[in-house]
């Protein structure tokens, strides 16, 4: 059986459109017009820069449409934030 390969995901609901992921790609691969972001998938070598440059966790890489890659610590879950400044 053929190993299903990683597809570049992206959550567009969490992109807050600051263009770093694009200021990152070495092949040019992402296109952000004003609220608008796509992945030109021939372009993507799966290289993941753009996913740790992301502040927000909007790149996923999925395999059999689960995100194979961990939350990073920095980004911030907004539920546990609002809970915090209530404390
Ligand atoms: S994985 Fe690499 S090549 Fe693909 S979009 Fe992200 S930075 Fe660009
Ligand atoms: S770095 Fe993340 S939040 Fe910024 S434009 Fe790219 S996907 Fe959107």
């Known amino acids: 059986m ?4 990683l597809m ?3 959550v567009p ?13 070495p092949e040019d691969a992402i296109e952000l017009k004003e609220s608008e972001i ?6 993507c070598t799966n290289c993941k820069k753009c996913v740790w440059a992301c502040p927000w966790d909007v790149i996923e890489f ?3 449409g689960i995100n194979t890659l961990p939350k990073k ?3 911030i879950d907004e539920n546990q934030f609002s809970k915090s400044l209530s404390k």
Do not use: N, Q
Not at 2 to 5: E, G, I, S, Y
Not at 13 to 25: A, R
């Open 2 to 5: 053929a190993t299903p390969h």
């Open 8 to 10: 570049i995901h992206i």
């Open 13 to 25: 609901d969490k992109c807050d459109f600051c263009g770093c992921c694009v200021g990152v790609c």
């Open 38 to 43: 796509a992945i030109i998938e021939e372009r």
């Open 62 to 64: 999925h395999r059999d």
């Open 73 to 75: 610590l920095f980004a």
